[in-house]
């Protein structure tokens, strides 16, 4: 299931800032059209952080029925509340959810033997294929790759999201885990030099805007068209880079919004970009031609 591009999905707002159904389900469709892998909803590109339970639930639901089964759903459903993430869980497997992506607890910062318990409290109470998220630059704890490759003993473990910007922690993780662990790339950037090392795919932020461009980078390398994926990689660095001037996903959701794709509306703390930087992606958009 986890080979591919992963679309890591904003959550669109109105005006009002209650969710844009509408917005929602389009991306949606433009996704699947251009061919990713699998979708994520409501992970940090979903803003999660700032909506509710029932909105984050509400935002599942909207993305497995109008994905229909024809890509798997990989819900966001994470907490520093190990009880909330059991919940939430449990809630988007019954309704049809692919998987469950389980971001490490933030701010309590828990140890590792922590960490461990969280993890593997969540894949015996909900019995989804899951996806473990290290992200330290947020979270404020790294998950250490002998935590990691523990984990990977629980069967449905499956997979890691791994964002730490170590390469020698990438490279740590894939010369010692089990093929049924699988690892994908939390940043656009390295999403390349990972599959090369043996990764699986990654969980995109720019393949809300450029799917097909994404795709074609990750297949190529997967299939071993090394020249072409190179090639495909410098050409979108500058949207990769243009995509973390500000906070995730503040530029994106500028970006979709120089498309036509959602309105620019985001919920406090997250605010719109400084004028420096909209001109900064408003390049990127100009020359990749994305609107």
Same mark, same amino acid.
């Given at each position: 299931m986890f080979t591919g591009v992963f679309t890591a999905l904003v959550t !669109?707002?109105?005006?009002?800032?209650?969710?844009d159904e509408g917005a929602l389900r389009a991306l949606v469709e433009f996704q699947i059209e251009k061919g990713v892998s699998g979708l994520v909803p409501v992970g940090t590109t979903g803003e999660s952080p700032t909506v509710t339970h029932d909105e984050n639930i509400r935002v599942i639901e909207i993305v497995i029925?109008?994905?229909?089964?024809?890509? !798997?759903?990989?819900a966001g459903t994470g907490s520093n509340s190990t009880k909330e993430a059991v919940d939430m869980s449990q809630r988007a497997r019954e309704l049809g959810a692919s998987a469950t992506l389980q971001v490490a607890p933030y701010y309590n910062k828990p140890?590792?033997?922590?960490?461990?318990?969280?993890?593997?409290?969540?894949?015996?109470?909900?019995?989804l294929p899951q996806i473990v998220y290290n992200i330290p630059g947020r979270t404020g704890k790294n998950i250490e790759t002998e935590t990691v490759l523990r984990l990977a003993q629980h069967p449905n473990i499956q997979a890691l999201k791994e964002a730490s910007?170590?390469? !020698?922690?990438?490279?740590?993780v894939l010369a010692n885990k089990p093929s049924s662990l699988a690892v994908l790339s939390g940043d656009d950037n390295l999403a390349l030099p990972l599959i090369l090392m043996g990764g699986s795919g990654v969980v995109s932020v720019a393949s809300n805007l450029a799917p097909a461009a994404i795709v074609h980078m990750v297949s190529s390398a997967l299939e071993g068209r090394l020249d072409q994926a190179r090639a495909a990689h410098y050409r979108l660095l500058p949207l990769f880079k243009a995509m973390f001037v500000d906070t995730n996903p503040i530029p994106v959701k500028y970006?979709?919004?120089l498309m036509g794709r959602v309105q620019e509306v985001y919920r406090l703390p997250l605010c719109p970009l400084a004028e420096d930087d909209k001109r900064k992606v408003e390049q990127v958009v100009r020359d990749l031609a994305l609107a």
């Amino acid at each position: 299931m986890f080979t591919g591009v992963f679309t890591a999905l904003v959550t !669109p707002f109105n005006k009002d800032e209650s969710i844009d159904e509408g917005a929602l389900r389009a991306l949606v469709e433009f996704q699947i059209e251009k061919g990713v892998s699998g979708l994520v909803p409501v992970g940090t590109t979903g803003e999660s952080p700032t909506v509710t339970h029932d909105e984050n639930i509400r935002v599942i639901e909207i993305v497995i029925d109008q994905a229909a089964g024809r890509v !798997p759903v990989c819900a966001g459903t994470g907490s520093n509340s190990t009880k909330e993430a059991v919940d939430m869980s449990q809630r988007a497997r019954e309704l049809g959810a692919s998987a469950t992506l389980q971001v490490a607890p933030y701010y309590n910062k828990p140890n590792q033997e922590g960490l461990y318990r969280h993890f593997s409290t969540i894949a015996d109470a909900v019995d989804l294929p899951q996806i473990v998220y290290n992200i330290p630059g947020r979270t404020g704890k790294n998950i250490e790759t002998e935590t990691v490759l523990r984990l990977a003993q629980h069967p449905n473990i499956q997979a890691l999201k791994e964002a730490s910007g170590s390469i !020698p922690q990438m490279i740590d993780v894939l010369a010692n885990k089990p093929s049924s662990l699988a690892v994908l790339s939390g940043d656009d950037n390295l999403a390349l030099p990972l599959i090369l090392m043996g990764g699986s795919g990654v969980v995109s932020v720019a393949s809300n805007l450029a799917p097909a461009a994404i795709v074609h980078m990750v297949s190529s390398a997967l299939e071993g068209r090394l020249d072409q994926a190179r090639a495909a990689h410098y050409r979108l660095l500058p949207l990769f880079k243009a995509m973390f001037v500000d906070t995730n996903p503040i530029p994106v959701k500028y970006a979709l919004h120089l498309m036509g794709r959602v309105q620019e509306v985001y919920r406090l703390p997250l605010c719109p970009l400084a004028e420096d930087d909209k001109r900064k992606v408003e390049q990127v958009v100009r020359d990749l031609a994305l609107a």
